[in-house]
């Protein structure tokens, strides 16, 4: 089973993040090791094919997570993150 499919078997189901959040924008490190989030869903690629990002591959996706009380889409790789 793929990352991507456990994601998604997953959902409304929590999980770790075992490093740092890095945020666009200036915001930068948010030195938070070990958040705990829902997971609200999972995709393969949540941007335009010209956006220029990389797609899923089978031990990363992109996945959509409550973070304080807001959600967010972030990429997540399998090593960095805990399903609880």
Known sequence: ??????????KGGLV??????CW???????????RVCLILD???????ADAGTRTATARSAAARLLIDGSPQWIWIAEA???LL
């Open 42 to 48: 999972a995709a393969a690629n949540i941007l335009p």
């Open 80 to 82: 960095d993150v805990e």
């Open 1 to 10: 089973m793929t990352f991507l499919k456990k994601l998604k078997a997953h």
């Open 16 to 21: 770790r993040l075992k490093t740092d959040l």
């Open 24 to 34: 666009f924008m200036g915001r930068g490190w948010d030195n938070n090791v070990g």
